[in-house]
């Protein structure tokens, strides 16, 4: 049987070791039959994506800090061809303002947090353009805090929700070439990034016991929702925000026995 991805050629920014959630997405387009150029942020975490690559059909691997446009520019110089997704998996903030009240942000750190998690995202775009085919496909990560207050989020949820608003515009200027722009709500994953949110072990394990499905949720659950936005089985869905978090965004009060209130 033809795999829904075979001849699709990508890159994908976000990897840092075999945890993260652009790992499950890459070992999933994979799978699924597409190539794809990887990156790294810096030279420690070049050491766990170098092994990595040797498991997937990876056309190479580059470093990238989204922070700086002359990196940027290097992936682009850096892809041989043409390419027909994207995957944008990347997100930072201080872990000493991922705790406490919001009301507390610096403004350096609101500015970085808005720069690498979600302004990066437009200028990717912007810079591989040229280097897209028609009817590409984008993807970015995004979380359920953006459009609604969780404990020790701050100002990721403000930086999540103007990648979410990123995504509908991204979606209408590139939609003239049929190319998509969409984003994956994840429900909380034990990654770096999600290791750096206070309690976020609490957090992690009161979204389970809450949630419609009550199982941890896995890369293969979000990889395989990335193959779905990847493919040509969702050519009609752009702007769109996919929730991959075993419902927990439709429960709009705590599943636990009343009885005893
Ligand atoms: P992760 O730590 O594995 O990945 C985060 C990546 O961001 C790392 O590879 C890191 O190198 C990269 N990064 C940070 N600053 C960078 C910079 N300046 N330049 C280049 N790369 C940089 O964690 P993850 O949880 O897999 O995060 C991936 C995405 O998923 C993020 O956007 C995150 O917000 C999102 N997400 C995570 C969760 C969760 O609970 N873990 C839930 C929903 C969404």
């Known amino acids: ?12 920014v976000g990897i840092a070791n075999d945890h993260s959630i652009a790992w499950g997405i890459a070992k999933c387009l994979s799978e699924e039959g597409a190539s794809m150029y990887l990156t790294y942020q810096n030279e420690s975490i070049k050491k766990r994506v170098e092994p990595l690559s040797q498991k997937i059909n990876c056309l190479g691997i580059m470093p990238c800090d989204v922070s700086e446009t002359s990196s940027l520019e290097n992936v682009c110089d850096g892809i041989e061809g043409n390419i027909d997704f994207f995957v944008h998996a990347v997100a930072y903030s201080d872990k000493n303002e991922l705790a406490g009240k919001y009301l507390n942000t610096s403004k350096e750190n609101f500015l970085k947090t808005l720069h690498i998690s979600a302004y990066s995202l437009t200028e990717m775009t912007r810079l591989l353009s040229p280097k897209m085919n028609n009817g590409s496909s984008i993807l970015a990560l995004t979380y359920y805090g953006s459009t609604r207050y969780m404990q020790s989020y701050n ?47 609490q ?12 199982k941890p949720l896995s890369l293969d659950d979000i990889g395989k ?13 752009t702007g769109e925000i996919l929730y991959v978090d075993n419902g927990y965004n439709k429960v709009g009060m705590s599943i636990q026995d009343l009885s005893s209130i």
């Open 203 to 214: 957090i992690y394990n009161y979204t389970i016991n809450n949630s419609p499905i009550k």
């Open 225 to 237: 929702s990335s193959v779905y936005l990847m493919s040509n089985l969702s050519k009609g869905v």
């Open 155 to 201: 100002v990721m949820g403000v930086a999540k929700a103007a990648l979410e608003t990123s995504i509908r515009y991204l979606a209408v200027d590139m939609g003239d070439r049929g190319i998509r722009v969409n984003a994956i709500s994840a429900g909380p994953m034990r990654t770096l990034a999600g290791a750096v949110i206070n309690k976020s072990r």
């Open 1 to 12: 049987m033809t795999k829904v991805l075979e001849g699709k050629r990508g890159l994908i």
